[in-house]
């Protein structure tokens, strides 16, 4: 779910230094070698969120944008279809609630694994805007980067939905909402901690420079494992979207919003949270600034 950033190579002049990290999940390169860059020494209340970058709407038409999107819809797309596909196998053999719930955990965290893994040099294989917010907030990501993958991944899950509800012969595509007892404040709480966790997880086995060698490499696996592990803790309780595209495609066809606000806010909320505290407090390495709008357009 971690993203290979933009490659502003090409776009770059020559007189100005492109400087590569070790970390090949966080490039970018320094485009006003004027300005001091923030290292490991500078104080961490002085990050903030500095990090992020808007980026420009030319972006859609470049090739490695297009070939990202690509890429983040099909994964986005495989995810849901099995994520959704398997709520529905549960509800049609009608299984003991308890091995239900643990047949959509396993699920869910199979596919993710092998999604993440399959897109992470190319798109960052997000397959989630609370995921893609959080990189954002990161300075991963720029911010016009973000909303494309934020439509991309709403259309993916809608297709998946539209194609599942085909295919199992007009079946409804369960909807993600709160258990009996459940507020809509506690569902948003559930939400936030669940997808905390989530991107914390990301931030820590994958896009960290400081990730330990024996996982190296583990990163979309552990990902898995914790989106596995939240379903079993949230699943009975708010259902455990964790991703507001998640829940999205089934709202929509379907077209049950009951509470459906609960996994927007929650997860978007909890994603960027996570970002922002990993990003600043645990990651200690030389920064290098995504450019800023007024940057990206001069070295055109």
């Not at 993916?156 to 085909?166: D, G, P």
């Amino acid at each position: 779910m971690a993203h290979l950033l933009i490659s502003w190579k090409n776009k770059v002049p020559p007189s100005i230094e492109v400087k590569e990290e070790s970390d090949s999940l966080y490039k970018s390169p320094i485009f006003d070698p004027a300005k001091p860059k923030l290292d490991s020494t500078t104080p961490h209340s002085s990050l903030n969120m500095a990090k992020m970058a808007l980026g420009s709407g030319r972006e859609f038409a470049q090739p490695d944008c297009i070939r990202a999107l690509v890429m983040e819809f099909i994964v986005t797309f495989l995810f849901v279809f099995a994520g959704v596909g398997s709520a529905m196998a549960t509800e049609k053999l009608k299984g003991d609630s308890l091995d239900s719930l643990f047949f959509v955990a396993m699920a869910h965290a199979l596919v993710v694994a092998v999604m993440v893994a399959a897109a992470l040099q190319i798109s960052g294989g997000h397959l989630n805007p609370a995921v893609t917010l959080g990189l954002c907030v990161g300075g991963h990501i720029t911010v016009v980067r973000s909303v494309l993958y934020f439509i991309d991944q709403c259309l993916a899950s809608t297709v998946a939905c539209i194609l599942l509800k085909f295919l199992t012969g007009g079946r409804a595509t369960p909807v993600h909402t709160l258990a009996s007892g459940v507020g809509c404040l506690q569902g948003v709480m559930l939400e936030f901690i669940l997808t905390f966790s989530l991107l914390f997880t990301v931030y820590a086995n994958i896009v960290s420079a400081q990730k330990s060698a024996h996982i190296d490499g583990l990163g979309p696996l552990l990902t898995g494992l914790v989106v596995g592990a939240n379903v079993m803790a949230g699943g009975a309780f708010s259902g455990a979207s964790m991703n507001p595209a998640r829940s999205f495609g089934p709202a929509l066809v379907s077209w049950d919003w009951t509470n459906h606000w609960v996994y927007w806010v929650g997860p978007l909320v909890g994603g960027a949270m996570a970002g922002f505290v990993y990003e600043n407090f645990f990651i200690n390495r030389p920064h290098v600034r995504l450019p800023t709008r007024d940057e990206e357009e001069e070295s055109f």
